[in-house]
């Protein structure tokens, strides 16, 4: 009877061991944790340009599409900016015209003055040669003379205007600084009235919206959320101790406290290079006396690739996490991983 309650014992024994054993397994391939929350792609709405909201399409939690709009900006001192933009466009391209004519009129003019001028120079050197010889006096030697000059220095002034003229005018055609000038000008303004009319960057839901007709918003004021749907995540914060096993791509299977016994399907995207709270507003000092060595966690975030329309998520909400360490992960860094 000893004998056999003692063949029990050992049985039991064993069992417990081989049961702790195929549990430590499990629990190394298949890394859990309760801490673990949803998480989506968001975008905080804001205005690109500043005016009075004329129109609102959109309330609280509700369901819009992409390009879908959200609100208006009065849009009328912006479609007079526009249409100023452009009068001063035809206003500049008008302006580089002229000033191309006076390059042209100072050109022909220059070339007039060099004519003249070599008339004179022959005169000249006629008078010499003549007055070389005594058919001529001096006096129209200077005369000669005195013209030529005379001609020289109108060919100078004609030269300094032409410049001038070219300078004033700068580059040709459309490449010129002012016409450039001016329609960067009438395309902010056009990107301005544009930016009016405010719609949907994603699919999704509005949140925190408390937006009215009337309201003045200013640019780059976030004034609502929009949570993109079909972007769903989970900011999985396991142990220090799991995160060697873990790499980018690995399975995970996730289960949303809302949802009981419903289980998600998801893949491991990154691994935060810091624990949670390394970079805190104020992060554990742990150079003291009374330090207790504390497993910390490191956030590792998880996307579901199959979000259910049936079963809407919501940003915050509890998750069970586990993924499976041991799936072949298709990342391009797991295979140099593993063999390290």
Not at 1 to 27: C, D, E, P, Q
Not at 251 to 275: C, L, Q, W
């Amino acid at each position: 009877m000893r004998i056999v309650k003692w063949g029990l014992a050992v049985i039991v024994v064993i069992g417990l061991a081989t049961g702790i054993w195929l549990y430590i397994k499990h629990s190394e391939r298949y890394p859990s944790t309760e801490d673990a929350y949803v998480s989506a792609d968001t975008v905080h709405v804001a205005a690109q340009v500043p005016g009075p909201v004329t129109s609102v399409y959109v309330a609280d939690q509700n369901s819009v599409h992409k390009g879908q709009r959200l609100f208006e900006i009065d849009a009328e001192p912006y479609r007079l900016a526009v249409q100023q933009n452009e009068a001063r466009v035809t206003l500049a391209a008008q302006q580089v015209a002229e000033d191309e004519a006076a390059v042209t009129s100072a050109a022909a003019d220059v070339n007039n003055r060099e004519v003249l001028l070599k008339n004179a120079k022959q005169k000249l050197e006629r008078a010499q040669a003549l007055a070389h010889k005594h058919y001529t006096s001096t006096q129209a030697v200077d005369d000669a003379q005195a013209a030529y000059r005379s001609a020289q220095a109108v060919l100078n002034l004609s030269q300094a205007k032409l410049n001038e003229a070219r300078k004033q005018l700068g580059t040709n055609g459309e490449r010129n600084a002012r016409i450039r000038e001016a329609q960067a000008a009438l395309g902010k303004a056009q990107w301005d009235l544009a930016h009016t009319k405010v719609n949907a960057a994603c699919d999704g839901h509005i949140a925190e919206f408390n937006l009215h007709a009337g309201d003045t918003v200013a640019t780059g004021q976030p004034l609502f959320v929009l949570i993109c749907a079909h972007s769903y995540t989970v900011r999985a914060n396991y142990k220090e101790t799991d995160i060697a096993a873990i790499r980018p791509g690995q399975a995970a299977d996730i289960t949303i406290d809302m949802y009981p016994g419903r289980h998600f399907k998801g893949r491991v995207e990154s691994i935060n290079g810091a624990s949670g709270v390394a970079f805190s507003l104020l992060p554990p000092q742990n150079a003291t006396g009374n330090w207790v060595k504390v497993t910390q966690r490191v956030p590792v975030k998880i996307r579901i690739s199959d979000s259910k329309h049936h079963l809407p998520l919501r940003v915050g909400t509890s998750a069970v996490v586990t993924i499976d360490t041991a799936a072949h992960t298709g990342h391009p860094e797991s295979g140099k991983l593993a063999r390290e």
